[in-house]
């Protein structure tokens, strides 16, 4: 393995425990990844949006630049791109509640490109993503209602035109569906044991530890601790 220079973090699921909380171990292994590694930029990807992960970033001190709503925003040098808009994620979120009494996630209210959902039991949105032109991920933690183009792939395309790297330099870490995109293109990736079977097919190295305690188990893996 080369000299890596992007590292891409998952937060819930993967930086965190099943019920979102950080362990003190984790924060301390992030924290000495950051130490040991001068040369490699951190960067926080998430379906989250950007307040949230603007205040994880300062309370951890863990990432270099952040891709909030699964790669709908940039913060970077201290300023915010914005790559899609709501309009087609909102005209379907509409028919969902009307056909499903799909339930608005609590953010919404902050998001700028993305929605997000709750919709309990096994449900095919193909139709909804062909009629309002967008696609449906589930996160783990809820639904989200994406722009076609927007995901963690895309994110990670623009984070190594940043970064001025290749997928030999780049490792990614993620445990849902929304991450797989973003698994396939980095050469490197891990997963915790608690993430979903078809991420861990695609995945370089796959922890037999769950959520904080696999990441930490991914890090040593690489060398990164």
């Known amino acids: 393995m080369g000299m890596l ?3 891409m973090l998952d937060i819930d699921g993967t930086m965190t425990e099943k019920d979102q909380s950080m362990n003190e171990k984790t924060l301390t292994a992030l924290r000495e990844v950051k130490k040991r590694n001068r040369d490699l930029n951190i960067c926080l990807i998430s379906g989250n949006v950007l ?12 990432g270099d630049s952040l891709m909030a709503e699964n790669g709908g925003l940039l913060y970077h ?8 808009d709501s309009v087609a994620p ?16 609590i953010t919404n209210r902050w998001r700028e490109t993305s929605l997000s959902f709750i919709l309990d039991g096994v449900h095919d949105f193909s139709p909804y993503e062909k009629q309002f032109n967008v696609k449906i991920e589930d996160s783990g933690y809820a639904k989200h209602i994406l722009n076609n ?34 698994i396939k293109i980095a050469e490197y990736s891990g997963v915790p044991n608690n993430a979903i079977d078809e991420l861990k097919v695609s995945a370089s190295y796959v922890s037999d530890k769950p959520y ?9 893996h690489f060398s990164l601790i």
């Open 5 to 7: 220079k992007l590292l």
């Open 51 to 62: 307040p949230v992960m603007i205040g994880i970033m300062n309370i951890t001190g863990i």
């Open 77 to 84: 040098a201290k300023s915010i791109t914005k790559y899609f």
């Open 90 to 105: 909102k005209n379907a979120l509409e028919k969902l509640k009307e056909d499903h009494g799909a339930v608005e996630f």
């Open 149 to 182: 183009g927007q995901g963690k792939g895309f994110a990670t395309r623009k984070l190594m035109e940043i970064y001025g790297c290749s997928p030999e330099e780049v490792i990614a870490c993620g445990d849902g569906e929304n991450d797989i995109s973003m």
């Open 212 to 220: 904080g305690e696999g990441l930490i188990d991914i890090f040593r």
